[in-house]
T-cell receptor, first 113, second 114 residues
């Protein structure tokens, strides 16, 4: 059974650019959540999608957005990148919203110069 | 406002001994708690969880204890093995039946010395 797949694994952008990250959940999983990991801050919740609907959103500016497609694949977008957006972005999937035991992907490492 | 706190950034333990990782929380509405383990270049993997209606949950070498009055939980690993060396994250959820939003601590790096 394939795990959660995130692409790209590594990317470098410059300030002001935008970036789109992709996540393919485990087959059959309909809930996808996104987290940002930075040194000293742990993992911070960005948003959760279930059946193409945003179920919950964390305390991040509007530059951070996401969506989910009918096949449960999800993308997140960050516009007008800032240096502080450099982080590991983790996607996690589960069968349903409220299952809590999330399966994480390996993450997309974003560096903003 | 850090609602879930792991005050020890790192912990070093001898192989075969007990590892105790601690976690404190401030929100009494949390009803479900989890521990995740993370190796470098990999995503976090689920280890063990506990509902707020219990005070202990055990799975092999791993036991999680919950003290609701102190708003404290701990993860015990007995015996510790070198392969347990990783970053351990404590996480909490409220409305656990309706959302997958987890609040994570900042992690504790466990090093198990052979």
């Amino acid at each position: 059974k394939a795990g959660v797949t995130q692409t790209p694994r590594y990317l470098i952008k410059t300030r002001g650019q935008q970036v789109t990250l992709s996540c393919s959940p485990i087959s059959g999983h309909r809930s996808v959540s996104w987290y940002q990991q930075t040194p000293g801050q742990g993992l911070q919740f960005l948003f959760e999608y279930f059946s193409e609907t945003q179920r919950n959103k964390g305390n991040f500016p509007g530059r951070f957005s996401g969506r989910q497609f009918s096949n449960s694949r999800s993308e997140m977008n960050v516009s007008t990148l800032e240096l502080g957006d450099s982080a590991l972005y983790l996607c996690a999937s589960s069968y349903s919203s409220g299952a809590n035991v999330l399966t994480f992907g390996a993450g997309s490492r974003l560096t903003v110069l | 406002d850090q609602q879930v706190k792991q005050n020890s950034p790192s912990l070093s333990v001898q192989e075969g001994r007990i590892s105790i990782l601690n976690c404190d929380y401030t929100n009494s509405m949390f009803d479900y708690f989890l521990w995740y383990k993370k190796y470098p270049a990999e995503g976090p993997t689920f280890l063990i969880s506990i509902s707020s209606i219990k005070d202990k949950n055990e799975d092999g070498r791993f036991t999680v204890f919950l003290n609701k009055s102190a708003k404290h939980l701990s993860l015990h690993i007995v015996p510790s093995q070198p392969g347990d060396s990783a970053v351990y994250f404590c996480a909490a959820s409220k409305d656990s039946g309706a959302t997958n939003k987890l609040i994570f601590g900042t992690g504790t790096l466990l090093a198990v010395q052979p």
